[in-house]
C-alpha cells in the first residue's frame, strides 16, 4: 500500500503494511512528518484496488524513524505475516515492497548484502527524523518512495521496513537499507499502547575516533549522575565494545545502546590512557 501525504502546495509519497486487523499500519516517521507538523494535511492510505481511505498518525517516533498510522472501519484487511530478521543470512533473497517515485505496487529483488549496519538519518527541510537505525542492508532497488514499505523473505515473511537508499544523482545504486522487523515491531507495539516510546540512554555524547592507538566512540561529555557517570566513565574514554558489540564509531554506540533493555544491566569495554577496562552499565530511559 501507499501512503500519501497532501497540502494546499505539497505532496509527499510512500509506503507502510498493516500489522493488525485492526487498522493499524506501520511506515517511517519521515513519511508522516508533513502531516505531523501541518494541521491542514490530508493523510490518505491507497490500497492495491486504487482505495483510498483517511488514515490518521497514531503515534511516531524521531529517534527510530517508525510511525504508525490507522485506518478504520476498512474490513478484510490483509494482515502482514511478520518474521524474524534476527535469523537472516547474508546473501539470503528478499523482495522490496513499495511505491518508489510515485510508482505505485511496486517490487525489487535483491539480497541481504549486511546486517547491523548503522545508518545516520538527520532532519532536513521535509522530515524531523533524527536517528541512526541499525540497518539491514540490501542491494534490492529502495528509491524515495519505497520508505516503510515491507522487506520480505522468500517465505513471504517481513522481515524489514524499508527506510533509505544511497540515491546519488536521482537512482538507486543497489545500497538501500531496512530497519529489522524485530526491532520494529516493539517500537510499533508501544506506539500504539501509548503513542510513544522511551528509548535506553546512558548519558553521554560522543564521537568516533580512529588512529593508531584506538578505534571506537570517544565519550565527549558524561551526564552528572547518569548510567555512564554511575558506571565510572569519564571524558575522553573511548568506549570499543558495548552489549557484546564491537564499536568503532560513534553511530555503532548508539545503536547498541538503543537495542539494549532500560534497567538491564549491560557488560561495555573502554579504552582509557593506553589501558583496557571491562565494565557494566545499566541503560535509563530518555
Do not use: C
Not at 12 to 27: E, H, M
Not at 36 to 48: G, H, M, Q, Y
Not at 85 to 90: E, G, V, Y
Not at 256 to 282: C, E, M
Amino acid at each position: 500500500m501507499s501512503i500519501d501525504i497532501r497540502t494546499a502546495s505539497a505532496y509527499a509519497n510512500g509506503s507502510g503494511f498493516v500489522i493488525d486487523a485492526k487498522g493499524y499500519i506501520l511506515t517511517n516517521n519521515h513519511v508522516v512528518s508533513m502531516a505531523a507538523n501541518d494541521r491542514s494535511a490530508k493523510l490518505e492510505v491507497v490500497f492495491s484496488d486504487r482505495t483510498r481511505v483517511p488514515a490518521r498518525i497514531v503515534g511516531r517516533d524521531i529517534r527510530t524513524d517508525l510511525a504508525v498510522v490507522k485506518v478504520d472501519n476498512v474490513e478484510n484487511l490483509t494482515v502482514s505475516k511478520l518474521g524474524n530478521s534476527d535469523k537472516l543470512q547474508i546473501g539470503e533473497d528478499v523482495v522490496a515492497f513499495g511505491s518508489p517515485l510515485g510508482l505505485d505496487r511496486t517490487v525489487t529483488s535483491g539480497i541481504v548484502s549486511a546486517m547491523n549496519r548503522p545508518v545516520p538519518l538527520k532532519p532536513d527541510a521535509e522530515s524531523d527524523t533524527d536517528a541512526v537505525i541499525d540497518a539491514i542492508q540490501t542491494d534490492a532497488a529502495i528509491n524515495p518512495g519505497n520508505s516503510g514499505g515491507p522487506l520480505v523473505n522468500g517465505k513471504a515473511e517481513v522481515v524489514g521496513v524499508n527506510t533509505a537508499g544511497l540515491v546519488p544523482g536521482g537512482g538507486s545504486i543497489g545500497l538501500g537499507f531496512a530497519i529489522p522487523i524485530n526491532q520494529a515491531l516493539p517500537i510499533a507495539k508501544s506506539l500504539i499502547a501509548d503513542g510513544k516510546v522511551n528509548h535506553p540512554q546512558i548519558g553521554i555524547n560522543a564521537s568516533s575516533v580512529r588512529n593508531e592507538r584506538v578505534l571506537g566512540a570517544q565519550v565527549r561529555n558524561v551526564v552528572e549522575g547518569g548510567a555512564a557517570d554511575r558506571a565510572g566513565v569519564r571524558e575522553n574514554d573511548v568506549i570499543i565494545s558495548f552489549n557484546n558489540r564491537t564499536i568503532e564509531s560513534a553511530d555503532e554506540l548508539t545503536v547498541a545502546v538503543r537495542t539494549s533493555s532500560i534497567g538491564a544491566k549491560v557488560p561495555f569495554t573502554y579504552w582509557r590512557d593506553g589501558r583496557t577496562f571491562k565494565a557494566t552499565i545499566t541503560p535509563g530511559s530518555d
